[in-house]
């Protein structure tokens, strides 16, 4: 059995990767949010406890991996901890602080990486200097979506267009090559390797329609050289044909990721941010062919009509409903961003009611997690289901459930 395999986006969930969120929100202040790509200052208390219900899920589904605990396992091995050390050491110009890291256990290590390493003030320059932390913490670790993401069978390490997020595509990097759960063959993109030439790619942008179609958002994380880079890696990998389609969304905040504006819930069916996708204001679409005869581009008319084209014949629902007020909120509450576990099985913050709503109206069963808790057997019926979660805190750091998920196996779509 594969180890790692994602071929759609609602194949049945059979192994993902999350991280609770720990004392690393907690070194934010109201100055430092926005630099840690925050909205707002978030509650660890609150968002522990949604986050918990979160997991309490999909424990019940599929298998769960921690990222603390899949780096505490890598890092046992002194040879990969050091080598990881090293590369830290470097990505943060502290190599006077080496073999401190490296004499450090395994659980001292990944604590240290992900709760910040205070800075050691042996200078007058360290003295002197505002930074308050040598090794940053990692607040948007929790969202484990973005540094790394499978396709195919194939890993792409994010090259993250923040520095302040760096560090997570690195820990996926040693997790993707030396965790035996993991393990890959081949990583597609290695993604600090490309961040020095400037090519970012950040897994939100990316959703994958199937097996040889890949939705990839040019945004304010994604760049158009990321994504020919990735491509020129698969024609280097693979004799399978592909076709990208090259979604270019608008440089704003509501905006930063295509799973912001849409998701694949069901055997085609979609959950959007209306406004971007059908009308006026759609967003610009360019599809790549790719085969071994190299590339071919294209400007294309609406993401809608070019998935017609392909026989999809793709069911709409609005993030927020009908009401343009309503679809403004909810998108920036992470309306259009749900998870699926399964076809027609998705999970979102229940503090987005007109997109239930509009769900509810799509024939979905609209339960709480409380529900699918005394009644498991609601997630694995033939029915359709829209679990809420409690996540208004959460959606305060900036992404949904899809962000917090990281789907490494799922089963083929038939």
């Known amino acids: ?25 907690e070194a934010m202040t109201p100055n430092t949010a926005l630099m840690a790509l925050y909205n707002d200052i978030i509650p660890l208390s609150v968002v ?3 986050h918990r219900h979160l997991k309490e899920i999909l424990s019940v589904i ?13 890092f046992e091995d002194s040879l990969v901890r050091r080598r990881f050390v090293q590369e830290l ?7 006077h602080r080496i073999d401190e890291l490296s004499d450090m256990s395994s659980g001292q290590l990944v604590e240290i990486l992900i709760t910040g390493l205070p800075k050691r003030r042996d200078s007058l320059a360290a003295v002197l200097s505002p930074d308050v932390f040598d090794i940053n913490p990692l607040p948007n670790l929790y969202f484990t979506r973005d540094a ?20 997570e595509s690195l820990l996926m990097k040693y997790l993707f090559e ?23 790619i950040e897994g939100g942008d990316a959703v994958v329609l199937g097996r040889d179609l890949l939705l990839i958002g040019i945004s304010q994380r994604t760049n158009a050289e990321a994504v020919d880079e990735l491509i020129h890696s698969y024609l280097e990998q693979s004799d399978e044909e592909l076709t990208v389609l090259a979604v270019v969304l608008p440089d704003q905040r509501h905006a930063i990721h295509l799973d912001m504006i849409l998701t694949v819930i069901d055997h085609q069916t979609l959950l959007v941010y209306r406004p971007y996708v059908e009308g006026p204001a759609a967003l610009p679409i360019v599809r790549i062919r790719v085969s071994r005869k190299g590339r071919e581009y294209s400007r294309v008319d609406g993401l809608v009509p070019e998935l017609k084209r392909r026989g999809i014949n793709p069911e709409i629902i ?22 699926a576990f399964a076809p027609g099985k998705i999970i979102g913050y229940d503090c987005n009611t007109a997109t239930f709503e509009a769900l509810r109206n799509a024939g979905f069963r609209v339960k ?19 679990v809420g979660i409690q996540g208004a805190e959460l959606a305060r750091g900036g992404g949904g459930i899809r962000c917090m998920t990281l789907p490494v196996l799922r089963e083929e779509v038939v």
């Open 148 to 167: 790394s993401f499978v396709f195919q069978n194939r890993v792409i390490i994010g090259a993250m267009a923040n520095r302040v997020r760096q560090a």
């Open 368 to 386: 709480t997690a409380e529900e699918v808790k005394a009644e498991p057997e609601l997630l694995t019926d033939s029915k359709r289901l829209a």
């Open 48 to 50: 522990a406890e949604e």
């Open 318 to 339: 609005s993030c927020g409903g009908d009401d343009p007020v309503f679809q403004q909120r909810e998108q920036w509450l992470s309306g259009t961003n749900f998870f």
């Open 1 to 25: 059995m594969n180890k790692i395999g994602i071929t759609s986006e609602i194949g049945r969930l059979r192994g993902v990767v999350i991280h609770t969120p720990g004392h690393e929100v």
């Open 178 to 200: 030396n965790h035996p759960v993991l393990q890959s063959t081949e990583i597609l993109f290695e993604g600090n390797t490309h961040r020095v030439q400037g090519k970012t």
């Open 62 to 74: 599929t298998d769960v991996y921690e990222v603390t605990d899949l780096a505490k396992a890598v």
């Open 89 to 95: 050491s470097q990505m943060y110009h502290i190599p």
